[in-house]
């Protein structure tokens, strides 16, 4: 969730969350957050940010792996909705805290960020890519799943609509998508893995960091 953004509204839209994505994507973005999740490696520790629902902890624990993950969102709604997912052999740390001040004492194996960085821009997009990549360990994995620009007027107006209700029902401060692939391989990390969705307009993508030489 950004800086400036309500948590409240968040909890507020959580009852009708899943409804809505697939009512506007149908299982799309399901599809682009689950992508490349076979990654994961049994016995790793996996932090989830902005995961609302929990809906991908039905496709993490469908995997069979024993993982320690940390599922981090500012609403507790939406939380209180994830903890009801079955998930399998996996053990889940809830926390309710917007990502900016989360501070935990160790560092993960695997990041998975779904559908959360469209929500900055500017300076507090790359607080949150800094952020992110030091909480990664070297040769840890972030999967990240989003919407990207393709200069499609189709997808022009459906950003266009997507912002302006988000910002009317949570008063999330970013206004339009940012490069963020690019500005996560400047934080030093390399892409090793991407598929595109809906003509291009949701992207799944996996960054791996270097172990330092």
């Not at 993982?67 to 052999?89: F, G, P, T, W």
């Not at 500017?122 to 972030?142: D, H, V």
């Not at 391989?185 to 893995?193: E, K, N, P, R």
């Amino acid at each position: 969730m950004a800086v400036g953004a309500s948590h409240l509204g968040y909890d507020l839209l959580a009852p009708v969350y899943g409804r809505l994505k697939r009512l506007v994507f149908g299982n799309r973005l399901r599809e682009a957050t689950g992508a490349f999740i076979d990654m994961i490696e049994d016995g790793q520790t996996l932090l989830i940010v902005g995961g609302g629902d929990g809906e991908i902890l039905e496709d993490i624990g469908a995997l069979g792996k024993n993982l320690d993950i940390v599922y981090v969102d500012a609403s507790k709604k939406m939380v209180e909705k994830a903890r009801k997912i079955v998930h399998s052999n996996n053990t889940i740390e809830y926390v309710v805290v917007r990502y900016e001040n989360y501070y935990p004492k160790s560092t993960f194996d695997v990041i998975i960020t779904p559908f959360f960085l469209d929500l900055f821009e500017g300076e507090y997009l790359r607080n949150i890519i800094s952020k992110t990549t030091g909480l990664l360990r070297p040769q840890g994995i972030w999967l990240v799943s989003d919407f990207q620009r393709t200069g499609k007027l189709r997808h022009w107006f459906l950003e266009k609509f997507m912002y302006l209700f988000f910002i009317a029902t949570t008063r999330t401060r970013a206004s339009s998508l940012s490069d963020y692939n690019h500005l996560v391989q400047s934080a030093g990390l390399t892409i090793v893995s991407e598929k595109r969705l809906l003509d291009g307009f949701v992207c799944s993508m996996t960054f791996e960091k270097v172990a330092p030489q």
